[in-house]
């Protein structure tokens, strides 16, 4: 029998949403996908030939457990322009697999079982980390009546003393909204006050619409107790390239390594080469900008559909909107529409139970078929209507 502990780490609830896209449109049917959360763009030119030359000069075998000291150099560059944080590239920066590797590896070197996790509500990924540490996870709601942001009472009331870590993800997946400062350090004195490690995850900080991004450990009496998790995938489109990255003071580091050199030992060589590269000049500019303009079509066309109403979108590529009146619930919804208009969203209950007047919608797609999907949904609303 498998172990007792995938009782509490189901798949992913979008991998039914995916398995009937693929059902479908093996039946010929043109599917909008606005589910998936990737870019849909090509990995930037320059990173591609990095990546290349890295493969003809032989940067084919292992790296060091810490990832490769040009990237290291680059990240410590990167970590104290743009989000003034000072890590020693050697002992403070730590390349992973992937984003979804560094919260993983950090959540297994900080927690222990029995412990506690705070997580935020809704969210997306953290609770199998957490599961998989033999922890448990407890959730602590964003407000949508505050562009959901924490709720930091709210928060403050589920510290108990066997909790060991706050999760916080800013910008953020599903909600799209971005933490401000008051919250942010509101939640440095919770964390503080309580003696907790951070987790603060940061994948989409590049992808944002006119307000400041605020890191955790950027704060006073937060950097000692903070792992700052990023990544590639999200601002520079190489998903498919597993690279991520964080920092955190030299204790936490030494302990997030000595986990990680025992899970995928190090990032792909060749995509490190790339990471490089990426991180010269502004690469991710234009497809931060295309975000934008999606981002705003988005805003207007949810608007347009009774019922369906969500806070400004400030970053990631993501909107969380309650349901059109005509549905009775997020779930039905989803299955409604995508198997009679062809158009994938997710359901709000993926990203918590609570949230069954939701569906995420990913913004990962053209600006044509982001009015084809609001034109089938408006279609779909006005055939109940």
Request: hydrophobic residues 40%.
């Amino acid at each position: 029998m498998p172990a007792d502990r995938l009782r509490h780490i189901p798949f992913s609830g979008i991998r039914e949403v995916f398995e009937e896209c693929d059902r479908l449109e093996a039946r010929g049917e043109d599917i909008v996908h606005l589910e998936i959360g990737r870019p849909d763009f090509d990995t930037p030119a320059p990173i591609k030939t990095a990546a290349v030359d890295a493969l003809e000069a032989g940067h084919v075998h292992y790296t060091s457990n810490w990832g490769i000291a040009p990237l290291r150099e680059a990240l410590a560059d990167k970590f104290a322009t743009d989000n003034g944080l000072a890590y020693d590239p050697d002992g403070e920066i730590v390349v992973t697999t992937g984003a979804t590797e560094a919260v993983l590896t950090t959540v297994l070197a900080l927690v222990d079982p029995g412990d506690e996790v705070l997580v935020p509500d809704p969210c997306w990924t953290y609770e199998p980390s957490v599961r998989m540490a033999g922890a448990e996870p407890t959730y602590y709601p964003l407000d949508p009546d505050a562009g959901f942001q924490p709720d930091v009472d709210a928060l403050e009331a589920a510290v108990s003393e066997d909790t060991a870590l706050l999760v916080v993800n800013s910008p953020h997946n599903p909600t799209g909204a971005m933490l401000s400062r008051d919250r942010a350090e509101a939640i440095r004195d919770v964390a503080t006050a309580n003696d907790l490690y951070v987790l603060s995850d940061e994948i989409y900080e590049q992808i944002r619409f006119g307000r400041d991004h605020v890191s955790l450990a950027a704060l006073d009496g937060l950097f000692d107790r903070t792992v700052t998790v990023n990544g590639f995938s999200k601002a520079y489109s190489m998903t498919g390239w597993r690279l991520g990255y964080l920092g955190a003071p030299a204790p936490l580091a030494e302990a997030i390594v000595r986990i990680r050199q025992f899970t995928t030992t190090c990032a792909p060589s060749l995509s490190q080469h790339a990471g490089v590269r990426a991180l010269e000049g502004d690469l991710a500019a234009p497809l931060v900008e295309a975000f934008a303009e999606r981002r705003d079509r988005v805003a207007s066309r949810i608007a347009d559909v009774p019922g369906m109403r969500c806070p400004d979108l400030d970053g990631a590529f993501y909107a969380f909107p309650t349901v059109p009146d005509a549905a009775a619930d997020g779930e039905s919804f989803v299955w409604s529409l995508l198997r009679e208009q062809g158009v994938a969203l997710v359901p709000g209950t993926v990203f918590g139970e609570a949230h069954d007047d939701r569906v995420r919608v990913a913004y990962a797609n053209s600006l044509d078929r982001i009015d084809e999907a609001f034109d089938r949904i408006e279609a779909w609303a006005a055939g109940r209507s």
